[in-house]
């Protein structure tokens, strides 16, 4: 009798579990209520939100120069040193070009330059790069399966230019590790980073 009530009861706790204390990643998905989520909607690694907004109240969207304190980079005596260099000035024009390519809502024509500030209805991404990792060719030659990925990570912010109040906070990271004879650092670099500002168009996209 006991081990039939008890079955009952695990049938019953079960079937309520759900509501009782839903999957972290089922509230992740899309959310836009205030909290933070960790992989978000399977797309960003975290994002806190603070204020829900309306996208389609803005009408321009500016995405300040990406700040680069801190941000390690190889000793000067590497063969990747140029590299990293190079790709550090490339990775703000990528990004921009992924996030247009996702964003379901065009801002008008000037966005993205000129100061934010000075634009009424603007709102503003303010990012700072992390991580700028080379990887290594070879090991993306040879390895295969990700080995020797080119990585890159930003931490953000987005902000409503008038009130400046911070919205949305994000941190992402992605890799990039396919390419011919082990991609060149160039092109991966920039591929990893349009992939992060598609990912950050589909953040917005959920408001």
């Given at each position: 009798?006991?081990a039939?009530?008890?079955?009952?009861?695990?049938?019953?706790?079960?079937?309520?579990?759900?509501?009782?204390?839903?999957?972290?990643s089922?509230?992740?998905?899309?959310?836009t209520?205030?909290?933070?989520?960790?992989?978000?909607?399977?797309?960003?690694?975290?994002v806190?939100?603070?204020?829900p907004?309306?996208?389609?109240?803005?009408?321009?969207?500016?995405?300040?120069?990406?700040?680069?304190?801190?941000l390690?980079?190889?000793?000067?005596?590497?063969?990747t040193?140029?590299?990293?260099?190079?790709?550090?000035?490339?990775?703000?024009?990528?990004?921009?070009?992924?996030?247009?390519?996702?964003?379901?809502?065009?801002?008008?024509?000037?966005?993205?330059?000129?100061?934010?500030?000075?634009?009424?209805?603007?709102?503003?991404i303010?990012?700072?790069?992390?991580?700028?990792d080379p990887?290594?060719?070879a090991?993306?030659?040879?390895?295969?399966?990700g080995?020797?990925?080119?990585?890159?990570?930003?931490?953000?912010e987005i902000?409503?230019?008038?009130?400046?109040?911070?919205?949305?906070?994000?941190?992402?990271?992605?890799?990039?590790?396919?390419?011919?004879?082990?991609?060149?650092?160039?092109d991966?670099?920039?591929r990893?980073?349009?992939?992060?500002?598609?990912?950050?168009?589909?953040?917005?996209?959920?408001?």
């Amino acid at each position: 009798m006991f081990a039939r009530n008890f079955s009952c009861f695990c049938f019953l706790l079960a079937s309520l579990s759900p509501v009782l204390c839903p999957d972290a990643s089922a509230r992740s998905k899309g959310a836009t209520a205030p909290g933070t989520y960790r992989d978000w909607n399977g797309d960003i690694d975290e994002v806190t939100i603070l204020q829900p907004f309306r996208l389609d109240s803005y009408n321009d969207i500016a995405v300040e120069s990406f700040d680069l304190t801190g941000l390690p980079l190889p000793d000067p005596g590497e063969n990747t040193f140029r590299a990293v260099q190079s790709a550090v000035a490339r990775i703000k024009p990528a990004f921009i070009e992924g996030f247009l390519r996702k964003l379901r809502y065009k801002p008008a024509a000037n966005a993205m330059s000129g100061p934010p500030n000075a634009r009424p209805n603007t709102l503003v991404i303010r990012a700072r790069l992390v991580k700028v990792d080379p990887g290594s060719q070879a090991a993306r030659y040879f390895g295969g399966f990700g080995a020797g990925a080119v990585k890159v990570a930003i931490v953000g912010e987005i902000i409503d230019a008038p009130s400046r109040t911070t919205l949305v906070r994000f941190a992402q990271e992605r890799r990039s590790g396919f390419g011919i004879f082990g991609g060149s650092y160039g092109d991966l670099f920039v591929r990893t980073a349009q992939q992060i500002g598609g990912d950050v168009a589909g953040l917005l996209n959920a408001f």
